[in-house]
């Protein structure tokens, strides 16, 4: 197969905004890789937007200067993947120039099409209205089983590029069966279950239909946690593998009486009062680079478990969440436990929710009785109860984006104005969810607004404000130049971020809504 093919099927893809079309188009390819497993699993996850090899080491700034493209396809799906494995191979003194190299190599050798189309899966911004949703449809439509069951066996099995090669290698016989080997595995991930929204206490109480279990819902970092003997793996919400990280998840999960586990649970930064930190302080936890030790020492994280999966020998997804909890109970001490309580009064549920929010948490989660564990699914076995507040913002400022974003403003800083001294002041600032045409209206409607006559704000950096940046200022809109690293007002800088806490939905002055 080559590499047009699957560019052209990402382009028809993008094209329409019919589901049953997408999903056709993309059967239809699947079905013609189906006698090659391997050609079935870089066509799943290119098309959902993904490489195999995760990350290559390529970004927008390499992706910025191309050659001329080829006049005809010549390049094969398996050829390209191996140039991907080769490019992010390269390691040491000199790989910058030569990941570079090879890149250069490996666009002179696409057509005008599949250069398009490599640009887009290596920057993350493939943009076909491809969801998941559509890939397992599309999956499940060329192996002729149920959606169902690819799904399933995608959680069970952490991967979907995997499963469907496994279902489609083994035919419309016997893709049933390639579907039933994957199952739980202490050790390999699977996609956490996800919870719907509840407007109330009382919404919640209503769609589980009486008796529900509401549990403090935490402002920390989900983990999922695996131990067989004295083996512990700790992964994130997203698959990542992160025990490295978080020795205090281990050490927790060592000193549990079991021998093997798979459980879900909450990592999270406390203060002494027992309060949590704000949700900065656990993610910086997380990063790649933190010195482990010196991280432990000065903010050490609690884990807090909710759920359990498998124990000792024991696959519990299937179990309706009373008897999952019962087993994890059993084995996990009350001070590892997030709070709990089970009611079908609405006045007890609203109590446990204000002492919850009064206790600095995010809000409760209301999980039915008898829900099962739906891996990678968000069901309405799980209900999240929180304060949403939608706030009327304005604009404070805007940064210069960078990458796939340079030359566009992007980041919006969004404040309100202080009623006790009519000064604005900063809430936060958002850059997620916006499309290519809002970036071209905002960067052109704030080029507008900027202050003194200045309209050059895409070339160089304006003459700097107080020696510390380009500012200019007009109609309550700060725009930042690309040497700004902060928004100045008359006199000093914009006030520290405020509220950093609950989560809010933004509304700025255009009308858009964002959120954090």
Not at 143 to 153: K, L
Not at 231 to 245: G, H
């Amino acid at each position: 197969m080559l590499l047009i093919d699957i560019a052209s099927t990402s382009l028809n893809v993008g094209g329409t905004s019919s589901r049953l079309a997408k999903v056709a188009r993309i059967a239809e390819l699947l079905r013609a890789a189906a006698p090659d497993p391997e050609l079935v699993a870089i066509v799943v996850a290119w098309l959902s937007g993904e490489l195999r090899q995760r990350q290559i080491g390529v970004g927008w700034a390499t992706l910025r200067s191309l050659p001329a493209a080829a006049g005809s396809p010549a390049l094969t799906v398996t050829g390209t993947d191996a140039a991907f494995s080769e490019i992010g191979a390269v390691s040491g003194k000199g790989s910058a120039a030569r990941r570079r190299e090879l890149i250069t190599r490996l666009f002179a050798a696409s057509t005008e099409t599949e250069q398009a189309f490599l640009v887009r899966l290596l920057s993350g911004e493939l943009r076909q209205g491809a969801l998941a949703g559509i890939m397992v449809d599309a999956v499940a439509r060329a192996a002729e089983v149920p959606a169902t069951a690819v799904q399933r066996a995608a959680m069970l099995g952490g991967d979907l590029p995997t499963v469907a090669a496994a279902c489609l290698a083994a035919g419309p016989s016997g893709a049933a069966g390639a579907l039933d080997s994957f199952t739980l595995r202490v050790g390999r991930p699977i996609g956490p279950m996800l919870a719907q929204s509840a407007g109330s206490i009382t919404d919640a109480l209503e769609r589980h239909g009486g008796a529900t279990i509401f549990e403090a819902k935490l402002d920390g970092a989900r983990v999922q946690i695996h131990r067989t003997g004295d083996e512990v793996t700790v992964y994130t919400r997203s698959l990542d593998d992160v025990t490295a990280r978080l020795p205090e998840v281990v050490q927790a999960t060592l000193a549990l009486p079991v021998s093997d586990l798979v459980a879900d649970g909450e990592a999270i930064a406390l203060q002494p009062d027992g309060r949590p930190h704000r949700f900065q302080v656990t993610a910086s936890r997380f990063g790649r680079s933190v010195n482990v030790a010196a991280a432990q020492a000065k903010q050490p994280l609690s884990v807090f478990f909710f759920d359990i999966l498998h124990r000792d020998g024991r696959d519990l997804l299937d179990a309706p969440t009373t008897d999952r909890l019962a087993a994890l109970d059993a084995v996990v001490p009350a001070r590892h436990r997030v709070d709990r309580l089970t009611t079908a009064d609405a006045a007890a549920a609203t109590d446990f929710l204000r002492a919850t929010l009064a206790a600095g948490h995010e809000g409760v989660m209301a999980k039915s009785p008898t829900a099962p564990y739906l891996a990678g699914r968000r069901g309405a076995g799980w209900l999240k109860v929180k304060p949403v507040h939608t706030l009327d913002l304005v604009v404070l400022a805007v940064e210069w984006g960078s990458g796939r974003r340079r030359g566009k403003l992007s980041n919006i800083h969004l404040g309100a104005r202080d009623a006790a001294t009519g000064e604005f002041v900063m809430l936060g600032k958002t850059f997620k969810g916006m499309t290519d045409a809002m970036l071209d209206w905002q960067t052109a409607r704030f080029t507008e607004l900027a202050v003194g006559g200045h309209r050059r704000l895409c070339g160089r950096a304006a003459p700097r404000a107080g020696g510390r940046g380009g500012l200019r200022r007009r109609a309550g809109v700060l725009a930042l130049s690309r040497r700004a690293g902060v928004a100045l007002r008359p006199g000093g800088a914009l006030p520290r971020r405020q509220g950093a806490g609950r989560r809010r939905h933004h509304r700025h002055r255009a009308g858009a809504v964002l959120t954090r």
